[in-house]
């Protein structure tokens, strides 16, 4: 047993002062856990006083060691840095009519007997800064030398986010799904899931899931109809309505090399779980330097539907704190299907939000069940065009679709991207070719404004570049700021519908040719 230490160094003053209170209860409550527990190992004979004292004593010299050592450890290199860089710190200010500058800098980084990385970085950058309009060698090597220093410690902060090996799910090849020409039958989507699920059970004998009502009726949409007969109780089951147990079940079994599919019933229930997803999960392989993984699959539905408690496309929040998780927005069954395929073959968790409206739409069923996969972090065009660029996901991607014929009808031919995949998004840098042909852009989608479509409009614009080939302003089109109101009427005025994303089309290419484009109203 360890004795805490109160905490110390926090201010008690303006509004550090509720942070203080608050961190003040939580130590107390703990040490107070730790007593109590202390007490019942002595009342209950499990050892005696000084048993548990010389433990305690133990721990604490353990620790103290191993901090030590491991602080020994992480400055092994850095005296040797220092001692390169204050060189080149002396040898560039020799050089510089800012030498006095320089000089102190790099006497301060001498006074520091113990430097982190922090420290060599902070001198370098400061010390370029005197040497701006200057032209040396010796400038020349201070620089080398930093942007060196710098890509080799970043990554010891920053990598591992993501799988570094080669099964990570962005380096997984499309497998297109195959049909049966003699055969133009169409199914429900869900069947042809049920049916994809059915091959992976087979295929993957650790492959199990599980969820609310997931077993015995095989899920509220029938994804999963007839499979719990078919492969058990326990590969197939249905759990109590707890949807961070749920979750924390997974990562355990993930983390024992099982293959397993937890079933959030709904994607506006994943609130009761975003603790346990942003701490536990999408940072496991990222604080564990890749040493761990948990493979976790999160399988839920979400988007269009007519009710407030349903019909939740919360993905702005999602996409930012559930880095280390892959996020994908299938617009249909048999892209969702391809995702299972994909990530079976990976080792990444991943959280797939299948279309809630999508389960009683009509698709062809492919002959390749199980084994076709849909790529990860590559978009689709599912219309080219070459007046707009539009790019949507889910169940929003079929509205667009829509009204991209009825944009035909006016004379302007609109190009469709199916974004597909949030996290990551585009990794081919496909959607700035489209810009660069069209030269105009409008993201869709209903998640909240300032959601996740400025978050797709920050990356084609900005990461990939498209600001250099537009022609009009880049806009989105987004829900109403509120949870989508009851019935079809209100469904049709909370989310983008059809006639919106029409109006707002014709708006753009009016502001840039209102000759040929007069206005509607």
């Avoid at 603790?275 to 999160?298: E, F």
């Amino acid at each position: 047993m360890t004795e805490l230490t109160q905490p110390q160094g926090h201010s008690t003053s303006g509004s550090h002062e509720r942070y203080k209170d608050d961190e003040r209860l939580a130590w107390e409550s703990e040490n107070d856990c730790n007593k109590r527990f202390r007490e019942w190992i002595l009342e209950s004979g499990i050892a005696e006083e000084e048993e548990l004292s010389n433990i305690e004593k133990q721990i604490k010299r353990t620790v103290r060691e191993a901090k030590k050592e491991a602080w020994t450890e992480y400055l092994q290199e850095h005296p040797a840095l220092k001692k390169t860089l204050v060189e080149l710190l002396n040898d560039a200010g020799n050089k510089s009519s800012n030498k006095n500058f320089i000089s102190k800098i790099k006497n301060d980084l001498i006074a520091i007997d113990e430097p982190v990385k922090k420290d060599l970085a902070v001198a370098a950058v400061k010390a370029l800064r005197y040497l701006l309009g200057e032209n040396s060698n010796e400038k020349q090597n201070l620089a080398n030398w930093l942007n060196n220093f710098l890509s080799e410690s970043q990554p010891k902060f920053s990598s591992h986010l993501y799988s570094e090996n080669e099964n990570r799910a962005t380096k997984i090849k499309a497998v297109p799904p195959t049909y049966d020409s003699s055969k133009e039958e169409k199914v429900d989507g869900r069947v042809l899931l049920r049916d994809n699920f059915d091959k992976l059970f087979n295929k993957y004998p650790n492959a199990l899931v599980f969820g609310e009502d997931t077993g015995a009726i095989g899920d509220v949409n029938q994804g999963l109809e007839g499979l719990q007969a078919k492969y058990g109780e326990i590969r197939i089951a249905d759990t109590g309505i707890r949807e961070t147990t749920i979750i924390g079940q997974g990562i355990g079994m993930a983390l024992r090399g099982l293959r397993p599919i937890a079933e959030i019933q709904y994607l506006d229930y994943i609130f009761y779980t975003l603790a346990t997803l942003t701490d536990d999960l999408a940072s496991l392989l990222y604080r564990t330097y890749g040493k761990q993984k948990a493979p976790l699959i999160i399988r839920t539905r979400g988007h269009r539907l007519e009710g407030i408690w349903h019909s939740g496309s919360e993905m702005g929040g999602l996409i930012h704190v559930l880095r280390g998780i892959y996020i994908l927005a299938p617009r249909n069954m048999t892209q969702a299907a391809g995702f299972y395929n994909t990530l079976m073959k990976s080792d990444e968790p991943a959280l797939i939000i299948e279309s809630l409206n999508g389960y009683r739409l009509k698709e062809r069923k492919p002959t390749n069940l199980g084994e076709f996969c849909t790529p990860i972090g590559v978009v689709e065009t599912v219309k080219d065009g070459t007046d707009i660029t539009l790019v949507s996901y889910g169940s929003t991607l079929r509205i667009v679709e829509q009204a991209a014929k009825e944009l035909l009808e006016v004379g302007i031919d609109a190009e469709v991207i199916d974004a597909r995949t949030l996290l990551p998004f585009d990794i081919n840098g496909d959607t700035v070719k489209s810009v660069q042909k069209t030269n105009r852009l409008l993201v869709i989608d209903e998640d909240v404004p300032g959601g996740c479509s400025s978050y797709l409009l920050t990356e084609i614009i900005e990461r990939q570049g498209a600001y250099r080939y537009l022609d009009s302003a880049p806009q989105t089109l987004t829900a109403q700021a509120h949870r989508p109101a009851y019935g079809s009427d209100g469904d049709y005025f909370s989310k983008p519908n059809v006639e919106d994303v029409f109006e707002k089309v014709y708006a753009i290419m009016n502001e840039a040719n209102p000759q040929d484009y007069p206005p509607l109203r």
